[in-house]
């Protein structure tokens, strides 16, 4: 029986992420080396960075929300066997939806003011999404490069309403006014940036765990993904399941921007993403894909952006180090058989090792 187990933990997931995230830190290290770094130095300065104090805990937390639900938007949209590589367009479009909301004097209460600027960086990042899939379902379009160009106009449209329409009155920054009190997310901890959005991230990868694993529309957009033939002859609308998996894709990357705009910045600042969208598909990758998975990469994630801080100012390690392990852990992913070769010349070692005991 444990034999088993065992068996069904090397071939799972969780256990390729591991080795891939210890691959990637060992190989971070050795590059740090040759380059002259201490790299034990680095790691400790980021443990320390991260876990030194409740500052350390909360910007952990706080890096981590915006990558958990961007995250998983890249990973629903995997389900379906979709690169979503929009992610980050859609996230500036949901800021900006709930910047619109947000900065509005409605004379609502909180209770009613903070859903609807929430509500309106959702609807604004799905029909971003919407529009990736609308280029695929009717026109064909290849997801992944409709994805990168609209990354690009998004950005643009955003900064030009940041420059124009939108900007702040006697500002010099492009920005907006700040979020009224009324749609101000409420903070975990006072003094720090973050907000109860953590709390809202991790029950959306529960919810979307529940989601595809026992709903029908989760069942469909999964074996969309598996096989979009064989959905067909079942009776699958493959357009309809391709077209709702991109919507709520946009849907949870909105919600990443409506975090930082009513959460962290507290009003829409010009290039506030210093790249959420993209990092998600590393979050994605160290996941497997697992929207329960996502919450864990997305803190582990955290805590190398917050640590990133304390190795800079700390070491006078280039902060770009941290960029390293993220680009090492995506290609250790992304090569499940090399993970696999070397357990298998673990398990060889392992045998041989016994063998040599038993004739001894």
Known sequence: MNRIKGKNIVQSGVFYSIVAFLLSVVISGIILAVCGYNPFTAYSAILVGSFGSLRGIAQVLTQATPLIFTGLAFTLAK??????????????????????????????????????????????????????????????????????????????????????????????????????PSALLPRVFPKYQLSIMIFIAIVACIFMKWFIDR??????????????????????????????????????????????????????????????????????????????G???????????????MEVNRSTGIPVEFVDVIQAMVVIFVSAPLLVGELGRVKNLFTRKTKASAKEV
């Not at 609308?237 to 975090?259: D, E, P, Q, Y």
Request: glycine share 16%; aromatic share 8%; with cysteine.
């Open 79 to 180: 389900k379906a066997s979709l690169i979503n590589l929009g992610v980050e367009g859609q996230m500036y479009f949901g800021a900006l939806g709930s910047a619109l909301v947000g900065t509005m004097d409605l004379g609502l209460p909180a209770i009613i003011h903070i859903p609807l600027a929430v509500l309106g960086g959702i609807v604004f990042g799905a029909l971003f999404g919407a529009v990736i899939g609308v280029l695929k379902v009717k026109f064909g379009s290849n997801e992944v490069v409709a994805g990168v160009m609209l990354n690009s106009i998004a950005t643009y449209i955003v900064g030009y309403l940041l420059n124009g329409p939108l900007l702040a009155e006697g500002s010099p920054v492009a920005q907006t006014e700040r979020v009224v």
């Open 215 to 292: 709903t029908t529309l989760g069942y469909e957009i999964r074996n969309v993904g598996i096989s979009p033939k064989a959905s067909e002859t079942a009776g699958i609308n493959i357009g309809k399941a391709m077209m709702i998996a991109f919507c709520v894709s946009g849907g949870i990357a909105g919600l990443a921007g409506a975090n930082q705009v009513l959460g962290v910045d507290r009003r829409l600042i010009s290039d506030f993403s210093p790249g959420y969208g993209f990092n998600g598909i590393a979050v994605a990758a160290l996941a497997t894909d697992n929207p329960i």
């Open 294 to 308: 996502v919450i864990f990469a997305g803190i582990v994630f955290g805590v190398l952006e917050a640590g990133a």
